[in-house]
């Protein structure tokens, strides 16, 4: 079970935009992650291979914990929204549930609940539609 300083670090780094950093720091070597009903990725270079390459594609990210944060035992719950400000200037605005199984103070398992919709870019503001 993570302990409550060790879950607000990890929040505190995902809200500083460092996405990757968080899955250095706080997953395990053989983590999974998984889109909602997707297969899951294995292993902590992978996630953060991929995590590495969406941020490379981004000029802006904001991050932010809705709270609360549910937690019990070895299961935590943190509902994320996301603003990606792609390099064509478009954007991508999510809401999602995180629901992770933790191993003392590491990530083991994280599965992400959102609607699929909301991955699809949207026209730069001002944009003509």
């Not at 968080?22 to 909602?36: G, K, L, R, S, V």
């Not at 994320?80 to 999602?96: A, L, P, Y």
């Amino acid at each position: 079970m993570p302990s409550a300083d060790t879950l607000e670090r990890f929040i505190a780094l995902v809200e500083s935009n460092a996405h990757d950093q968080a899955i250095e720091d706080f997953y395990a070597p053989h983590a999974t992650m998984q889109e909602n009903q997707a297969a899951p990725r294995v292993g902590r270079d992978q996630l953060l291979a991929g995590e590495r390459k969406v941020m490379a594609r981004a000029t802006t990210i904001a991050s932010r914990c809705v709270r609360p944060v549910f937690v019990n035992g070895d299961h935590v719950v943190i509902r994320w929204v996301f603003r990606f400000v792609w390099q064509d200037d478009s954007v991508t605005e999510m809401e999602e549930l995180a629901y992770q199984r933790w191993e003392s103070e590491r990530i083991v398992a994280e599965q992400f609940f959102y609607d699929p919709a909301q991955r699809t870019p949207q026209p730069p503001p001002g944009a003509a539609t």
